[in-house]
């Protein structure tokens, strides 16, 4: 039967664009292979002189893009941030960092982006705006976020599709930001990952490179393991951050809870600062307390420049007569601000010959502001602020709260620092809180230093708490006396919070922090080679498999609890509290039946447990495996006469 030329037409034609799509995605493949290796060579030209490299991985680069006249893309590098606490190790290290560059770029301006990007330093993850949305604005902020300071989601269907596929997305954003670090990453670099954006990064990466070096650090608090334990994905999570050789916490609590974390949802031996994770396909994982701090220098430096003095006596004519009580704070609902203001007003209600003798500066930088949340917190703050101000004003003195909706120049804020009398910090969680080390370096130097009144739930207060007056912001009358005892203060007891504070801030810098990860990701991955050297190399496969079909007679001699139980069971055999019943994997007991079931094939399993359990065993794998010769041995100490008893009856 034949068909027409009419009759093929289509089929022709469908042909011809499946070809062009092949050959499409063919270009899109050669061209990314070429933008990669073209990469890789600007950096390796870049640092030519080889020394130690580190990639910095955070989700987003310390550059901003901006668009000029012509159309092109600039970029502007930011300052402050990890930019400060990393620019002392640059002098010791070549350094590339890795991140969403800001925008969402077509196929056609991503390699001159990428170009203006390397000039500086930096590498581009480049992701479309609909997966920043899902993975960034949802699951990192929506979901991560609250939990990791101690709020719980909502359970809702609704919620919990949408967290459903935003996790999707973090999952993609993070395989796409391993590719990336793939991309450049040589042989002996170090990879340090920031934050909880990215914390799948270290498996996928230990997959992909098993010995590579893998620090991670995070940047806020880590929750209880109670409430950790409520994240759907929590084994996912925590499994990938144990294929790192360094974890990095700000203070001891937040370690803690991660241990805490891993001993309630792994089988894995634990220590103090050390985590077995070879069993789940991870490493020998250290844990450190490594606390970040700012850089001093700049703010003293600040203070010195005459338009920074020029503010300064500005402020003090302004609030002539009145105590400063500074707040600076990201408009959040963990920053407490709500808190804070009612805490005031507490203060004011008990001591109202102070509503003309102090004011309250509140500096609330916005955020998030196309957030429901976020909008109901500006309008309560708002109405607490109109509250307070109506109730205590005086027609002398003004308002007793001053606030503003905005961010400050970095002059505008030293001066701001210094002319403060009190700073207020209420965070209900907060990493750390460098507000306060920012403050206490800005008071360095004046003849009446002012008070830290510092939250406890924030990080800071485990560094700075003998430094300062710590509260509890939920309890309102505790803040509130905190703010006249800080107001009413002999210069004495000032200038001996001040020192110790100042000294503190001064010791533990941006830099030394840095400096303090790197060497401990270094150590960590050192004593991971010294611990891995020790350990028998594998059997060559194919040798053995060889020798195997050319013997006649085999033994194989396995150890019950070394060789085929499980982690969990393991540990409790390590500490004393071995379970009656060993429970070996079905799939294990399936590789036995097969050795087993091989001509001329013994098979010896040791135990040091006792008769007892050893029968149970035997019993069982008898029941598996039928009447071949299997032998299970209880006690090391007849473990001989047993090999030699199956020698003899093989040989």
Excluded at 83 to 109: H, R, Y
Excluded at 367 to 396: A, C, F, M, N, W
Aim: with cysteine; net charge negative.
């Amino acid at each position: 039967m034949s068909l027409g030329g009419s009759a093929l037409l289509p089929r022709a034609d469908q042909l011809n664009r499946d070809n062009q799509l092949v050959q499409e995605n063919i270009r899109k493949r050669l061209q990314k292979q070429d933008f990669e290796q073209s990469v890789k060579a600007q950096l390796q030209t870049k640092h030519s002189h080889r020394r130690q490299k580190i990639l910095v991985v955070a989700n987003r680069l310390p550059t901003k893009p901006k668009r000029d006249a012509e159309g092109n893309w600039t970029f502007e590098r930011c300052s402050g941030g990890l930019v400060s606490c990393l620019a002392g190790i640059q002098q010791k290290f070549d350094m590339v960092w890795l991140g969403w560059p800001g925008a969402d770029f077509n196929d056609t301006e991503k390699e001159m982006v990428a170009n203006e990007a390397m000039k500086q330093g930096c590498y581009p993850v480049f992701l479309r705006q609909s997966l920043i949305d899902e993975y960034y604005n949802g699951f990192a902020n929506n979901v991560l976020w609250p939990l990791f300071h101690y709020i719980m989601p909502p359970f809702d269907k609704g919620v919990n599709e949408c967290s459903t596929e935003q996790w999707g997305a973090y999952k993609k954003a993070n395989e796409i930001f391993t590719e990336a670090i793939l991309s450049v990453y040589e042989d002996d670099d170090y990879v340090w990952i920031h934050d909880y954006h990215l914390m799948l990064v270290p498996k996928f990466l230990r997959e992909a490179k098993p010995d590579c070096n893998i620090g991670w650090f995070l940047h806020t608090p880590f929750p209880s393991a109670e409430i950790y334990r409520t994240l759907p994905w929590r084994q996912e999570i925590i499994e990938s951050l144990l294929h790192s050789n360094l974890l990095g916490f700000h203070v001891y609590d937040y370690l803690r809870h991660f241990l805490s974390s891993c001993v309630q949802l792994t089988s894995l031996e634990i220590s103090a600062h050390t985590i077995d994770a070879t069993t789940i396909g991870g490493c020998i994982v250290k844990c450190a307390t490594v606390p970040i701090g700012i850089s001093p220098d700049e703010f003293l430096w600040a203070m010195k420049k005459p338009e920074v003095q020029s503010k300064i006596e500005h402020l003090h004519e302004q609030y002539e007569g009145r105590k400063v009580i500074l707040g600076i704070d990201r408009l959040d609902y963990m920053k407490g601000i709500p808190h804070k203001l009612m805490a005031f007003g507490c203060f004011l209600e008990h001591h109202p010959d102070w509503a003309d003798k102090c004011v309250l500066v509140q500096l609330a930088v916005p955020s998030r502001r196309d957030v429901p949340e976020y909008q109901r917190l500006q309008r309560q703050v708002h109405e607490l602020v109109g509250q307070i101000s109506g109730k205590h004003s005086t027609i002398s003195a003004g308002v007793p709260v001053i606030y503003m909706d905005s961010s400050m120049s970095p002059d505008d804020l030293t001066a701001l620092y210094n002319v403060a009398d009190v700073a207020l910090i209420t965070s209900l969680r907060d990493g750390m809180n460098l507000v306060s080390y920012e403050y206490i370096a800005c008071q360095h130097g004046k003849q009446h230093p002012g008070v830290l009144i510092l939250s406890e739930f924030a990080g800071a207060a485990q560094s700075l708490g003998a430094g300062s007056i710590r509260v509890n912001p939920w309890h309102l009358q505790d803040t509130a006396n905190a703010i006249h005892e800080a107001l009413t203060m002999s210069s004495e007891e000032r200038e001996a919070l001040q020192e110790y504070a100042f000294k503190y801030v001064t010791e533990h810098t941006a830099q030394k922090w840095a400096e303090t990860f790197l060497q401990c990701l270094q150590e960590a991955c050192s004593d991971l080679m010294e611990v891995t050297s020790q350990v028998p190399p594998l059997l060559p496969y194919e040798e053995l498999l060889s020798d195997w079909s050319d013997s006649g007679q085999r033994l194989v001699i396995l150890d019950l609890m070394e060789c085929l139980a499980p982690a969990r069971e393991r540990k409790l055999h390590s500490r004393g509290r071995p379970n009656k019943f060993i429970r070996v994997p079905s799939e294990l007991f399936q590789c036995l039946r097969t050795i087993g079931s091989s001509p001329g094939t013994s098979v010896i399993i040791t135990s040091d447990r006792d008769r007892t359990v050893g029968s149970s065993v035997s019993r069982s794998f008898t029941f598996r495996f039928g009447a071949r010769r299997t032998f299970v041995v209880a006690g090391f100490g007849i473990a001989l006469l047993a090999l030699l008893a199956v020698q003899a009856s093989c040989f």
